[in-house]
């Protein structure tokens, strides 16, 4: 069973990501508050029983399942459900893509100056625009995986779809992303 | 969350390698962001944590006062665990009372009636002890009773 403090620490660490995950979703930040506020209430009174490490699973697929549910209270699943092929393209150019991205990273690591730190939030704001912008199933991937840090199996567990989906939605989402940023001459 | 997510790194990387790579660098810088939430944010998303810890708090005790032992329940007066072997004697001793009370008053009619009897049996025994006034040979009452008697 988690202790107090476990599930304090717990609902602290994930707070913010959680609120941000579900703001992309929702587009609406008192909707997303409210979201998270009641996934943390029903992790609490719900789940007090379970033991610390399957917190972090229990929350997501919570997060998720109340998000569904406001969209079907707002009855605009659909509006929000893109079409995948909008951000279509061939494999190798977002293969090379990528390769010219990671060679940004590796340069850009431990070299920025006053002017760069200016730029860098403009281009953290693009980059979470361009998150934002993903369609829903491929961003929740994404974010599932790289930013909640769950390996496939429960990305696909929260998401309720199998594991091949899942990496077919992570890497549309990884090179739709590399597309886009390197479209407004950004390197991550 | 403790967990990281595993990278491969060789010299050529292959592409889930290169997915993996840049989908933790575009997380982390995300976070960077998230990180510098509005100040507004960050106190209704605490606000949200401590709510929730409250009702977590008041669902762990629920669970307690329900596996908590029967006597502890009775004693708040509740009668859904009386059939626990502790509510028999709560059950026993709240009846004794009542049963001293009535053996009690059968004690009391009894003893009341003995009293009377003896009332009764001392006057009897006055009169027939005493000896017999003139006056009662004139009463026709008296009379009738030695005649009646004689048949």
């Given amino acids: 069973m988690a202790t107090d403090k476990e ?40 789940y007090i029983d379970r033991p610390a490490a399957e917190l972090p699973l229990l929350f997501q697929r919570i997060l998720s399942n109340a998000t569904m549910d406001w969209f079907r209270r707002q009855k605009v699943r659909n509006a929000v459900v893109h079409n995948f092929s909008d951000f279509g393209g061939s494999d190798e150019d977002g293969e090379f893509d990528i390769l010219e991205m990671l060679d940004g990273i590796e340069g850009n690591v431990g070299t920025e100056s006053a002017s760069d730190s200016v730029s860098r939030d403009q281009i953290l704001q693009i980059i979470e625009q361009q998150v934002g912008e993903l369609p829903a199933r491929q961003r929740e991937a994404f974010l599932l995986r ?9 990305t696909a567990s929260v998401m309720g ?7 077919t939605h992570c890497s549309r989402a990884v090179h739709a992303l590399a597309k886009a940023l390197k479209a407004k001459g950004i390197a991550p | 969350m403790t967990k990281t997510t595993n990278l491969t ?24 962001r998230a990180q510098s939430a509005a100040p507004d944010i960050s106190e209704r998303l605490r606000f949200a944590r401590e709510q929730a810890l409250m009702r977590g708090q008041a669902a762990r005790r629920q669970e307690q006062l329900i596996s908590a032992p029967a006597a502890v329940v009775v004693g708040r007066g509740r009668s859904a665990t009386l059939a626990n072997h502790l509510g028999w004697w709560v059950k026993l001793g709240s009846a004794m009372p009542l049963a001293l009370l009535v053996l009690g008053l059968v004690g009391i009619a009894h003893v009341h009636e003995k009293a009377q009897i003896a009332a009764v049996a001392e006057v009897d025994a006055a009169l027939l002890s005493d000896d017999l006034p003139p006056a009662a040979y004139t009463d026709p009452g008296f009379a009738e009773y030695l005649k009646t008697n004689r048949e």
């Fill in chain 1, 7 to 46: 599930l304090s620490d717990f609902l602290k660490s994930v707070e913010k990501r959680a609120f941000k995950r579900t703001a992309f979703a929702v587009r609406d930040d008192d909707s997303a508050l409210d979201i998270v506020q009641d996934s943390m209430i029903r992790l609490a009174e719900k």
């Fill in chain 1, 146 to 154: 790289y930013w909640e840090e769950l390996d496939v199996a429960e």
């Fill in chain 1, 161 to 167: 779809c199998s594991e091949g989906s899942v990496k």
């Fill in chain 2, 9 to 32: 790194y060789s010299p050529v990387p292959d592409r889930d390698g290169l997915e993996a790579r840049f989908g933790v660098r575009v997380a982390s810088m995300l976070g960077e």
